[in-house]
């Protein structure tokens, strides 16, 4: 390879970036009634984006590393790494982002600012391929608040009451957040100097840590603390079934891509690639850590119990299954690490396919209650089929991938010596099933207005006479995901699949 | 007590004299006169400064008094100006309530 | 400067200064306006004269400058004074 | 012409332009004005090469070395500031060139000249009774800009007068003793030979009150809220973005001169901290209840002067001052950036709205996205999230105060730009579109286009130097503060 | 120049001081305006003798000339109007922030006095460095010397401090200013006597303070005053508002950069001025700076009082219209 070759290639992570910051820049600058333009360019620069990871994977798990570094300020730059995690996230991230701005142009047609909509929902995925690429802490913390203001439109997109509202308290948890981690990250800096992400911790840390571990366990609290609202952790995670007033396909990006995603990859960035596993046990934090995990896995289950509203039953849903990346990360064992990161994934396909669907249920048949979907299995079957196999997935059924995930996450207790990780899986996983099967349930049964005979009236006409259930640009996204979803449970041992390059990944933070 | 403590002393009194009754005092011309004292008693301190001693007086502080002079003159038209626009105001509220 | 001068001179000081306090007297308790210019006008005058002395002991004659000054725009106040109330 | 001969023309063109404004038609004043200020950006640039090259560019003025003459010396800060200058009048000029609106009257042009004039002249200053004078011209231009707010701007402009000469006094004494003790009344020199711990505290002392008045830090802030909106917009711009940087320059300078000689300079410093933290909070709180938009970018101002005076305690107590310098110095930036595109943006909105009420721009944003991104981008410098300019500066305040084991300081800086973000998020919140109207039907008066550019130019500005902060930082430290000059 | 010594201290200076003090406790203590007015003139000219006791006469010219004259003009012209009725404050609360005032003060006065009290009673060793230079400056006036070459940069300052005051204050009258039409036997005597008077003392003040004191501010501020009476009484010519006043105003400011230029050209520094022509630079310069000062001080002036000049020119035109009502 020649010099030219490398600097081209030294320059694909911001490339990468750029498939998103581009079309974001240039669809702000579009009148409101450039639909065509506007689509055009959204998904040319999400296939783009797919395109490019495809072309990465292999060479970077053939340890290929791209780097990309500016200076910021002297003495402490700004560097993107494509590593096996990163790279990972930002396939997580660019295909997520391709079906879901699939699902937006379809969700959105016709409703007014849909300039600005675009613009900050290309944003949002550039901050979050931003953090996945960042290769030092500075980097990170620019991205992980880029990535706070760009998703404030968002969320306050429809304007109405609740969703400023909803927005504000958002901004209030993840700008609190990023307050702890700015200080975190300041701290860090100044006693160990601009350091970049190891896989198995940072040298300098480790000596520092030994010279002085009670600061070195300070700053390591603060810093989740900073991440841990983004992640949505017990007692952090209010914002989350709050912001759930915005738009179908953002909280589709903010439960199962950008935000909590971006939560729980800094979490494992923070614990495995600048303490290490190793020292982060040694300072009694993942211990801490585990157990805030496993309370937020219960307490979030049980909240999504008692919830009606289908999107905030998914919201409090999502609080819990985050956290089983946050536990994963938080034992000592290989196959857990792999399994957090694994579920990083999952979790991602199998989320992003229910809020879909409870989009689909929305606009097509203006339900958002749970004890409304009774009969709609009849009159959206591939939307209810969709939904199905995500929310048996989150429950952790096989062949379905949520399974893989917990598999790995059950081992992974056992191998760390920590069986009680069992119980909280099991516990967690009867749970879901306890807010997950009825729904289920009530949507394949018959409808009880059917028995009263009046069964056209329940449901509005659908809008459009095309045979199909929904239009094909909400329905396909959904049917995709959905398929994955399948595909990632059954495939799990095929090269290149989430779990075999998870393992990859997570072997990486046991040298 | 020797001249120059005199003159710097009497400076520092009327000028803390000045300063307080440019705050307390509400009346805007009033005010304006307050703060032209006190400005001369910082002029008094500099002009006593310029001629200790026996000799020639330091020609520099003279100068920079004198600018000072000239710098309040144009900060009392100002202000004059002000005032009076702010007064006609008042009174032409009060014709417009009668 | 004989002695007798340089005395006599000193006591005109005095005597000037004296007159100018009285002058403040007045003036600034009024009460009418016609009180006030009057001993305004005194003030004046006797400021320039005091002025003059003043060159004459200190030997600065650039002191009957001021004299000068003082006296041409002593005139300035009086015509600004009786400006608008006399319209 | 050398590069000593540069110092002085940011000070003598806008001076000149300013005196020919007065007499020349509008369309020829705001042609110089513009002009003016884009030379004076590219001397500032000129001047940063000059400094990066060798240093502190000096100028004896007249051909005379002080005590005799004058000296000016251009160095960091003094550059960076310059360009600062000629960035805010730039864009001051252009909005109120497009819209007279936005400047009140002819007299807008000559005015500007002699306050960009006067603020340069401070910023390249290094004798205190010049930095007197110049404060003066600076005040008259300010109170008279201040009063072409109309009618009733005068009562608010003639406070500010009152406050802003007091404060001058203040310094005047300040500057008395000074030559007092030291015979001179160049800082440098005067640094040299003052040996008084007492008289250099009561230098430093009397500095502090009266820039404070005339910065409006807190507790002597409250002619500011008062001032600052009732003026034309792109008057409240460059009262908020650049005349106060002049009055915080001078306390700088005095501290960087006289603060290592006496032992009093540690408590006094820290009171001139506590004074910011008050300011910090209590400019926010207010900030966040008021409802009109001019009102809570003025209160934003008074939290925002506890930000720039934040490096003075820091100063003393950090291992390596000149990272507090710097910090404090970007922040300034930061806020004289941001703080011309959040008022010209809030005249847009105000002019288009023909209200600057928060409950009358409903709807704003979807009309004027770009004016309305404005506010937000430079509501998230001000706040200090990257990746702005505002940011860079915490970044190294927070560095600073970590360094310096400072937690109140910390707190400080991390705590109000949430504040910060707060009070921009509400003005942000008021522009959405009303509960079920997506058309934002109500008819707005368009500004001109160059309203719309101007702020938006600006706050993506903040943005730029955000990215790249390091050009600033390499001349700001290619001449450091304290390194004399 | 002492006159009776009294334990170090001159008698007449203590008695000077005194009345100072007195004046300025007067100044700002008698709650009537007039009162205060007065007693402020009063304080200017017990300055100018306390000036003159310092050995500062070019100051107390100045003083004289601005502190009585002009800036004496605006404050009593400001007088006509009726004193705004102060609001009712409690008067126990009066007495109170008084109190509290006075205690305040005298404490900064106490903390002043010690700062004070440590400065050393020898003169300024740098000072005799100006003196020593003044050979070098094409004048022979040490002041003059300061204020037009060593520091003429603060001079250019303060110039551009009263020009620009000028425009603002131009800006803020609401109309043009209007001529006094009948100014009655009296004024037109003494715009006859005074005005040419006052203007040849204004040109003697500026060639006098090449080598001795006086000089462009003090013959500015005779060469405004004058013009205010002209003004005042009737002269036409003398109404300076409108654009040809401003360009006369900003022509010495325009000029004093220009020279700062030419000094740049000719020998490589802002302001120099070479020995060869330095005088007659600084006469030229000088001469300038006088009519532009004049004029920006009759500008603020006649500013000030516009909108009273308006509001009674109203209503005279509105009384016969009323019918002339009793």
Known sequence: MNDDTVTVMSALPVVLLLTSLVPALLIFALREKQTVLRTTLNLAGAIAKVVLVIVLIPRVVAGEELR???????????????????????????????????????????????????????????????????????????????????????????????????????????LGGGVALLLGVAWLTLEVGPVEFRAGGIP??????????????????????????????????????????????????????????????????????????????????????????????????VRALAQDDLKKRLAYSTVSQVSYIALGAALLSPIATAGAIVHMVNQGFMKITLFFCAGLFAEELKLSKVSQLAGVGRRMPVTSAAFTIAALGMIGLPPFAGFISKWALGLGGLDAGQPWVIAVLLTSTVLNAAYFLPIIATIWTSPRSESEGSDEGTFPAPARRSGWEAPASLLLPAVATALFVILFGVAAGWDYSPWVLAQIVGEGAWP | MTTLQLFMYAGAFILVLGVAATLLVRDLIRRLIALNVASGGVMLLLLALADRGDGEPDPVPQALVLTGIVVMAAVTGIAIVLARRVEQLDDDLEEVEQ | ?????????????????????????????????????????????????LFIVLAAIADLPALRDVAIVVVGLATIVAVVFTRRSVR | ??????????????????????????????????????????????????????????????????????????????????????????????????????????????????????VNGVFVARDVFTAFVLLELLTIASVALVALGGTRSAAAALRYLFVAVTGSLFFLLAVALTYGHTGTVDLARAAERADDTVIVGAIIALTVVGMAAKTALFPLHSWLPVAHPAAPAAVSALLSALVIKASIVILWRIVEYFGPLTDLAAPLATAVGVAGAAAVLWGGVLALRRDRLKSIIAYSTVAQVGYMVLLVPLVFTASDPQVAWIGGILITLAHGVAKVAMFLAAGALATAAGTS?????????????????????????????????????????????????????????????????????????????????????????????????????????????????WLLIEVLSAAPMGGGA | MTVIAFSDVDVLDMLVVAAVAVTAILAIAIPRRVGATIAFLVFGLLLALLWARVAAPDVAIAEAALGGGVAGALLVDALHRRQPAQPNRDRRRAVAIT?????????????????????????????????????????????????????????????????????????????????VTDPGPVRRVIAVIIVPALVLLAAWLLVAGTSEPGGAFQAGAVLGAA?????????????????????????????????????????????????????????????????????????LFLAAGSRDDAAAADRAADAPALGGAP
Request: aromatic share 8%.
């Open chain 1, 68 to 174: 990309a570094e500016f200076t910021w300020i002297p003495g402490l730059d700004i560097v993107f790494v494509t590593d096996t995690f990163s790279l990972f996230f930002v396939a997580l991230s660019a295909g997520l982002w391709l079906a879901t701005t699939i699902y937006a142009v379809g969700y959105l047609e016709g409703s007014p600012n849909r300039s600005r909509f675009f613009g900050f929902f290309s944003l949002c995925v550039t901050a979050t391929v931003g953090i996945a690429l960042a290769g030092n802490l500075l980097t990170f913390l620019i991205f992980f608040e880029l990535l706070t203001l760009v998703t404030y439109p968002l969320v306050a997109h429809r304007g109405t009451r609740a969703a400023l509202r909803g927005a504000r308290i958002y901004l209030a948890y993840t």
């Open chain 1, 204 to 301: 300098e840390v480790a000596e520092f840590a030994a010279r002085d571990p009670l600061t070195a366990t300070v700053i390591g609290a603060v810093l989740l603390l900073g991440v841990g609202v983004k992640a949505a952790l017990f007692p952090l995670h209010g914002w989350l079934p709050i912001a759930m007033v915005a738009p179908a396909p953002v909280s589709a990006l903010l439960h199962a891509v950008a935000v909590v995603k971006a939560g729980a990859f800094g979490i494992i960035r923070i614990v495995e690639d600048v303490f290490g596993l190793a020292l982060f046990a040694e300072l009694g934090m993942l211990q801490a850590l585990a157990v805030v995990a496993s309370v937020t896995i219960v307490y979030g289950s």
């Open chain 3, 1 to 49: 400067m004989s002695a007798a001068v340089s005395v006599a001179l000193i006591v005109a000081a005095f005597i000037l200064f004296a007159c100018i306090l009285a002058g403040l007297w007045r003036a600034v308790a009024g009460p009418t306006i016609e009180d006030r210019l009057t001993a305004f006008v005194l003030l004046g005058a006797g400021g320039a004269a």
């Open chain 4, 1 to 118: 012409m050398s590069a000593a001969a540069l110092v002085l023309v940011p000070v003598f063109l806008p001076l000149a332009v300013g005196a020919l404004s007065a007499v020349l038609p509008r369309r020829a004043a705001a042609t110089l004005t513009v002009i003016a200020a884009v030379a004076t950006l590219m001397v500032a640039v000129l001047l940063g090469i000059a400094v990066l090259d060798a240093g502190p560019v000096r100028l004896e003025v007249a051909g005379w070395a002080p005590p005799v003459g004058i000296l000016l010396a251009a160095d960091g800060l003094s550059v960076v500031m310059i360009g600062l200058s000629a960035i805010a009048v730039l864009a001051a000029t252009l909005v109120a060139a497009a819209d007279d609106h936005f400047a009140g009257g002819h007299a807008f042009w000559p005015l500007v000249g002699a306050a960009a004039a006067a």
């Open chain 4, 357 to 469: 009420r928060l409950d009358g721009l409903e709807g704003t944003i979807s009309r004027m996205p770009w004016t309305v991104a404005a506010i937000g981008l430079a509501g998230v410098s001000l706040a200090g999230l990257p990746p702005t300019l505002g940011f860079v500066g915490k970044w190294m305040l927070v560095q600073a105060s970590l360094d310096a084991g400072a937690w109140w300081w910390l707190a400080l800086l991390l705590g109000g730009g949430l504040l910060t973000f707060a009070y921009t998020a509400r003005m942000l919140r008021a522009t959405f579109n009303p509960p079920g109207d997506f058309s934002g039907a109500r008819e707005l008066t368009r500004p001109a286009r160059t309203v719309a550019i101007v702020p938006l130019a600006l706050a993506a500005l903040s943005v730029v130097l955000g990215l790249i902060p």
């Open chain 5, 99 to 179: 109190a509290v005032g006075a205690a305040l003060g005298a404490v900064t006065f106490a903390a002043l006095a010690t700062v004070l009290s440590r400065l050393t009673a020898e003169p300024a060793d740098l000072g005799p460095l100006a003196l020593e230079a003044v050979e070098r400056s094409g004048v022979s006036h040490p002041i003059t010397a300061v204020l037009l070459n060593f520091r003429n940069l603060d001079t250019l300052l303060e110039i551009a401090v009263v020009v620009f005051a000028a425009v603002g204050a131009a800006a803020l009258s609401r109309d043009r200013i209007r001529t």
């Open chain 5, 227 to 299: 013009l205010i009476i002209a003004h005042l009484c009737g002269v036409r010519p003398a109404r300076a508002a409108g654009g040809r006043a401003l360009v006369l105003v900003v022509a010495g400011l325009l000029a004093f950069i220009l020279l700062g230029g030419i000094g740049l050209a000719a020998t490589g520094t802002w302001l120099a001025l070479d020995l060869s022509w330095a005088f007659a630079a600084i006469l030229a310069i000088e001469t300038l700076l006088t009519v532009s000062i004049g004029v920006a001080l009759a500008m």
